[in-house]
């Protein structure tokens, strides 16, 4: 299958600045990526350049195909910054039958789009009356004219509420089994945990991990984590058995190990049958395995 888009030894300088060092990706068709980085990591950077919207110093990037910002990529490619601006004074529907317009396409689309976003019913209202979250689903609703083969988001789901921000993705997914490649930036990384193929992290400009989420954790190596509560009145056996585990306040017992080790050590807790009540098992988050790779680039 040809990547929507590829990225090969892209390098980017402002002055002295490296803002890119050689990263190269590849997004195939009806794939989401999460991009991540601290700030200055280079997100924005690599995103804008994506757009076409400034040149790169060294390397190659297509987009379908195309040069980025190409008449042709442009037709291909969508776009939703974290602050979005419209015109206060038009209603969600004028505002989308506009830029239907300026792409060719019918006006008597925007209803449908607005619908698709959850704004249907507000379609006749003054924009300068929305919320941002509001005006951020009339945004994504833009994005979605065309058709693109390439959605480029950055903090899409500033502003929206947590129902918001569940439709939102479940948008996403709906575009991502069309074909619809989808590069996403964000910091809630709770959110993109769960519902992207795979995690790129961007540190000073450098790619240092790619992969899907399981990849990554097994990278990373991390201890797993071990929440178990003892049944009632079997708390000092469990502690007696377990002396490396921490005993809490609430009267659960909390134990870490290597990923090699927990099948063994969760084999060694179930051996205690009736005197556990109840066992969680926690694997590293994104947020763990994001803070890993950053910090073994020196952030």
């Given at each position: 299958m040809?990547?929507?888009?590829?990225?090969?030894?892209?390098?980017?300088?402002f002055g002295a600045v490296e803002a890119l060092k050689a990263v190269s990706?590849?997004?195939?068709?009806?794939?989401?990526?999460?991009?991540?980085?601290?700030n200055g990591a280079g997100k924005s950077t690599m995103m804008k350049i994506v757009l076409g919207l400034i040149p790169f110093d060294s390397g190659e990037v297509s987009v379908c195909g195309l040069r980025p910002g190409s008449p042709a990529a442009r037709v291909e490619v969508a776009y939703l910054p974290e602050n979005?601006?419209?015109?206060?004074?038009?209603?969600?529907?004028?505002?989308?039958?506009?830029?239907?317009?300026?792409?060719?396409?019918?006006?008597?689309?925007?209803?449908?789009?607005?619908?698709?976003?959850?704004?249907?019913?507000?379609?006749?209202?003054?924009?300068?009356?929305?919320?941002?979250?509001?005006?951020?689903?009339?945004?994504l609703a833009q994005t979605l004219i065309g058709k693109p083969r390439l959605l480029v988001l950055d903090e899409p789901t500033s502003g929206l509420d947590p129902v918001s921000r569940r439709d939102f993705y479940d948008l996403l997914d709906g575009l991502a089994a069309e074909g619809t490649a989808i590069l996403l930036?964000?910091?809630?990384?709770?959110?993109?945990?769960?519902?992207?193929?795979?995690?790129?992290?961007?540190?000073?400009?450098?790619?240092?991990?790619?992969?899907?989420?399981?990849?990554?954790?097994?990278?990373?190596?991390?201890?797993?984590?071990?929440?178990v509560r003892p049944a009632p009145g079997h708390a000092p056996v469990l502690a007696a058995a377990f002396p490396e585990a921490a005993l809490g306040e609430d009267g659960v017992l909390r134990l870490s190990c290597a990923q090699k080790d927990k099948l063994p050590l969760l084999a060694r807790i179930a051996s205690h049958g009736a005197a556990v009540a109840d066992i969680d098992v926690i694997p590293p988050s994104l947020e763990d395995i994001y803070s890993h790779f950053s910090r073994r680039d020196g952030q």
């Amino acid at each position: 299958m040809t990547p929507t888009l590829t990225i090969s030894r892209l390098t980017k300088r402002f002055g002295a600045v490296e803002a890119l060092k050689a990263v190269s990706l590849a997004l195939e068709p009806g794939k989401r990526a999460a991009l991540l980085g601290h700030n200055g990591a280079g997100k924005s950077t690599m995103m804008k350049i994506v757009l076409g919207l400034i040149p790169f110093d060294s390397g190659e990037v297509s987009v379908c195909g195309l040069r980025p910002g190409s008449p042709a990529a442009r037709v291909e490619v969508a776009y939703l910054p974290e602050n979005v601006a419209f015109h206060p004074a038009l209603t969600g529907e004028e505002q989308l039958r506009y830029y239907l317009a300026l792409r060719g396409e019918s006006p008597r689309q925007a209803m449908d789009l607005l619908a698709r976003v959850g704004l249907a019913h507000a379609a006749r209202r003054r924009i300068g009356t929305y919320s941002k979250g509001m005006r951020q689903r009339v945004g994504l609703a833009q994005t979605l004219i065309g058709k693109p083969r390439l959605l480029v988001l950055d903090e899409p789901t500033s502003g929206l509420d947590p129902v918001s921000r569940r439709d939102f993705y479940d948008l996403l997914d709906g575009l991502a089994a069309e074909g619809t490649a989808i590069l996403l930036s964000s910091h809630v990384l709770t959110e993109v945990e769960a519902r992207t193929d795979s995690i790129l992290i961007l540190s000073g400009g450098v790619l240092v991990a790619e992969g899907t989420l399981a990849d990554l954790r097994a990278r990373a190596a991390l201890p797993v984590a071990f929440s178990v509560r003892p049944a009632p009145g079997h708390a000092p056996v469990l502690a007696a058995a377990f002396p490396e585990a921490a005993l809490g306040e609430d009267g659960v017992l909390r134990l870490s190990c290597a990923q090699k080790d927990k099948l063994p050590l969760l084999a060694r807790i179930a051996s205690h049958g009736a005197a556990v009540a109840d066992i969680d098992v926690i694997p590293p988050s994104l947020e763990d395995i994001y803070s890993h790779f950053s910090r073994r680039d020196g952030q």
